[in-house]
Every structure is written in C-alpha cells, then in structure tokens.
C-alpha cells in the first residue's frame, strides 16, 4: 500500500544547512508536501512539488524529488532555532481523497 | 492562526468510556479531515467529509465514527475507549472536494486534541 517514511531525528548546528529526507512507495503520487509542526500546533504547510518538477526554491527552503528514486527531500539553509519542529513529508495521489504523511522528523537545533 | 477551531484541547478518561471532539473548519472550507498522531504510529489519515457526506475512509476503527453537520462542523466520536487510543486528534479543512487538494487547496490544521485514556 501507499506509505512514505522518514527519519525520525536530525540535529544540526545553528547556522548550518538541514537536509531531510523522505521516501515514498507510490509513483502515482502527484503532488508532495512538507508540514512543519511547532509545539502545541497542529501542521502548517511549508512548501510543496509538483511530481513533474525536480526542484522547488522558496527562500531558504528548497525541495529536490528524484522521481526514479522516489525520494524527497527538504534542505533549510541557515537553520535558525525557531526552525526547530517536527517535518513532515506527504503525498498526494490524484486517485485517493487523502494525503498520506511520513512519521515526521524532529528536528533539533544545536548553539 | 489556520482558521481551524478544534474542541476541547484537552480530555482525560477512562477505558470504556465514550468523547466527542468538534472541529469548526476555516470559514468558506467544505472539506473536513481528521487524523490520528500517536508516538508509534505517526499521522493516520481516519476519515474526510465533504458538504455533509462521507468522502473517504482510513484507517479508522469500528468503533469511531465521525459526521459533518450543515453548518459545515464536524464532529468525531470515540466510544468503548482503550489505552491505545491515547493520541493527539486533528481536523483539516481545505476548500476543495477533490481528489487530491493540490497546492491552491492545501489542508488547514487546527491545534488539535489531546486524549488521553487511563
């Protein structure tokens, strides 16, 4: 069935770039996400990639699919603290009412 | 602020017992979801609504039901409840019916609710 997985935890240093990871299982996917979810929040969409574009720049977010691969993955450059959350990755299938989301990566950030 | 209103933040209870968590989506939003995050098992889709009627279902169990009134609130209900059940319950809302809310009609998240279960 549909999933998509990432790693649980990341830490970086203040300053740095984060990179975080997704894999998907269904190449029918049309649309991916990422959330991100602060403390007492639910998810706020942060950026997303259509499945027929390899790469997505949005200020000091950018989001790279290898559709061969199906891997996704969301690059902060530099990460400040109020980076720190919870990332979530998701997709969309243009034949099912939902969006399937990842388990979310936490992602620490280190003075 | 995503305009998603969810009741009550908080609710502790026992095994067996039955709760109803509301959900007020973003004003103009015809879709509702709502999802389960437990520790082990991540964000599961459960059920969405649209305009009143049932859309499509996930992972949810017999024993939950959900429903969405014409004033567009929804409301999930959760009976004969167990300590696995433990979790944080979210509403979405997005605008569209679609398939698949692309980019112009994302999911909206409210705060969610936090049952726990003793």
């Known amino acids: 069935g549909e999933d998509v997985e990432q790693s649980l935890f990341l830490s970086v240093r203040e300053g740095d770039s984060s990179v975080i990871n997704c894999t998907y299982t269904?190449?029918?996917?049309?649309?991916l996400y990422w959330y991100k979810q602060e403390p007492g929040a639910g998810l706020q969409l942060l950026t997303y990639?259509?499945?027929?574009?390899d790469m997505k720049q949005d200020q000091r977010l950018t989001v790279l699919l290898n559709k061969k691969d199906k891997h996704l993955s969301l690059r902060i450059a530099d990460t400040q603290t109020g980076d720190s959350a919870i990332y979530f990755c998701?997709?969309?299938?243009?034949?099912?009412?939902?969006?399937?989301f990842g388990s979310g990566t936490r992602l620490s950030i280190r003075p | 602020d995503s305009g998603v209103t969810q009741t009550p933040k908080h609710l502790i209870t026992a095994t067996g017992q039955r709760v109803t968590l509301r959900c007020s989506p973003r004003?103009?939003?015809?879709?509702v979801y709502w999802y389960q995050q437990s520790l082990d098992q991540g964000l599961q889709f459960l059920i969405q609504?649209?305009?009143?009627?049932?859309?499509a279902k996930g992972n949810i169990l017999e024993r939950f039901s959900a429903q969405q009134f014409p004033d567009l609130h929804s409301e999930l209900n959760l009976s004969s409840l167990e300590l696995g059940d433990s979790a944080l319950y979210f509403c979405?809302?997005?605008?569209?019916?679609?398939?698949?809310?692309?980019?112009?009609?994302?999911?909206?998240f409210g705060n969610g609710t936090r049952l726990t279960v003793t």
């Open positions: 990639i259509f499945s027929n574009m």
């Open positions: 609504y649209y305009n009143g009627e049932e859309r």
């Open positions: 998701a997709s969309g299938y243009s034949s099912a009412s939902k969006i399937i």
């Open positions: 269904d190449s029918s996917s049309t649309y």
């Open positions: 004003s103009g939003d015809l879709s």
């Open positions: 979405a809302s997005s605008a569209r019916s679609n398939v698949v809310t692309g980019p112009h009609s994302p999911l909206h």
